[in-house]
T-cell receptor, first 116, second 113 residues
Framework: KAGVTQTPRYLIKTRGQQVTLSCSPISGHRSVSWYQQTPGQGLQFLFEYFSETQRNKGNFPGRFSGRQFSNSRSEMNVSTLELGDSALYLC???????????????FGAGTRLSVL | GNSVTQMEGPVTLSEEAFLTINCTYTATGYPSLFWYVQYPGEGLQLLLKATKADDKGSNKGFEATYRKETTSFHLEKGSVQVSDSAVYFCALSDPRSNYKLTFGKGTLLTVNP
């Protein structure tokens, strides 16, 4: 069974540009969450999508947005990039259900974004 | 809100040494607790988990016990290997927030031969 797939693995952008990152969850998983990892702030929750709806949101500015498609694939977008947006962006998927086993989050390898 | 505090390290050990990485948490509900591991250039891999008080999670020689009385979930391994070198993250998952993960800052472990 394929794991969580994130594309691209690496991105280099300049300040002011926008970027779109993609995440394909494990087959059968309906929830997709995004996390930002930086050396200073560690791992921070961005948002979660389920059934094409944003269900949970972290404390990030509106420049960070996302969406989920009917096949559960998700994209996140960052507009007007700032130097501080340089980070590893991780996507995680879970099946969703009434027991913990269905709610464990499995992570992709991440997209490393560098803003110059 | 929920929070996780873990020793930040770095931790440097010789092969076959005993490992402990401390982790404590603050939560108002009944969270599940996890240890994730991140190898260089990779994403996070689930190492072990525990869902309720006194549960012991174990995998690949690593163990951690969910201690509600001390709000702790310390990671231990009796004999580390060079291949265990990685960053280890303690995390909690709260069902009341759709299982959103709250992470500690991570502990870099380096094991020397």
């Amino acid at each position: 069974k394929a794991g969580v797939t994130q594309t691209p693995r690496y991105l280099i952008k300049t300040r002011g540009q926008q970027v779109t990152l993609s995440c394909s969850p494990i087959s059968g998983h309906r929830s997709v969450s995004w996390y930002q990892q930086t050396p200073g702030q560690g791992l921070q929750f961005l948002f979660e999508y389920f059934s094409e709806t944003q269900r949970n949101k972290g404390n990030f500015p509106g420049r960070f947005s996302g969406r989920q498609f009917s096949n559960s694939r998700s994209e996140m977008n960052v507009s007007t990039l700032e130097l501080g947006d340089s980070a590893l962006y991780l996507c995680a998927s879970r099946r969703e259900g009434g027991i913990l086993a269905k709610n464990i989050q499995y992570f992709g390898a991440g997209t490393r974004l560098s803003v110059l | 809100g929920n929070s996780v505090t873990q020793m930040e390290g770095p931790v440097t050990l010789s092969e076959e040494a005993f490992l402990t990485i401390n982790c404590t948490y603050t939560a108002t509900g009944y969270p599940s607790l996890f240890w994730y591991v991140q190898y260089p250039g990779e994403g996070l891999q689930l190492l072990l988990k525990a869902t309720k008080a006194d549960d012991k999670g174990s995998n690949k020689g690593f163990e951690a016990t969910y201690r509600k009385e001390t709000t702790s979930f310390h990671l231990e391994k009796g004999s580390v290997q060079v291949s265990d070198s990685a960053v280890y993250f303690c995390a909690l998952s709260d069902p009341r927030s759709n299982y959103k993960l709250t992470f500690g800052k991570g502990t870099l472990l380096t094991v020397n031969p």
